[in-house]
């Protein structure tokens, strides 16, 4: 029997249901967020793809803000305000970077709310992979809704009042559009050349997200 790597002790239940959504996000990344990535990058001017790129960026800085308040490291946390308030007025609303100047902003991988549960000793609970969002776990999904609910401009908190749902639509849209790219290539990274490219993204997203909440 060939070998598809190191298993890293992923609990995974529901393979047989992964493994279907697996073949789903297949499909959806060679007829839908490939195109969209190229597309995109066509089209957009490189002054224009940066600025969208660091508006979103800019936003998940209160994300990962209070992540870094939560799992008592308060030195990210206010990096990370800082961070957010520079760019939100000299940057113009985000689409500039202005506090990549200052060495005491200067920008380090960003937390999430997942990470938080991890550090709090909350297991990663049963591997799952969820189309257009791919591989994930039962922890990282409950924090994905609590990164959105920090998220200023995504209900169920948003700071603007009567948001309507075209507008969210349009502006998850966009986020999603403008990290397709890099989606893109993180996705390759853990899929690797495996003969069993499931096995191999289950195993690298697994051994990604434990480091992650190690550092």
Known sequence: ?????????????????????????????????????V?????MPTFAEDAVES?????RSTESALSGFLQGAPGRGFRDIGRFLVNSTLGIVGIMAPADDYESFATIESEDVGQVFGAWGIGEGPYLVLPFL??????????????????????????????????????????????????????KQLKGSSIDPY??????????????VAE
């Open 1 to 37: 029997t060939l070998n598809p790597g190191p298993d890293y002790g992923v609990y995974d239940p529901v393979e047989s249901v992964n493994r279907r959504s697996y073949a789903i996000s297949e499909a959806l990344d060679r007829g839908v967020l490939r195109p969209l990535a």
């Open 39 to 43: 597309g995109y990058r066509k089209v």
């Open 55 to 59: 508006f979103f960026t800019n936003l």
């Open 134 to 187: 791919g591989p994930s776990n039962l922890r990282d999904l409950a924090g994905l809704f609590g990164d959105r609910a920090i998220n200023p401009i995504k209900e169920p908190f948003s700071m603007i009042d009567d948001w309507e749902w075209e507008w969210q639509l349009a502006t998850s849209g966009a986020d999603y559009i403008s990290r397709s790219p890099q989606i893109i290539e993180r996705y």
């Open 199 to 212: 096995s191999s993204l289950k195993n690298g997203y697994t051994q990604y997200r434990r480091g992650a």
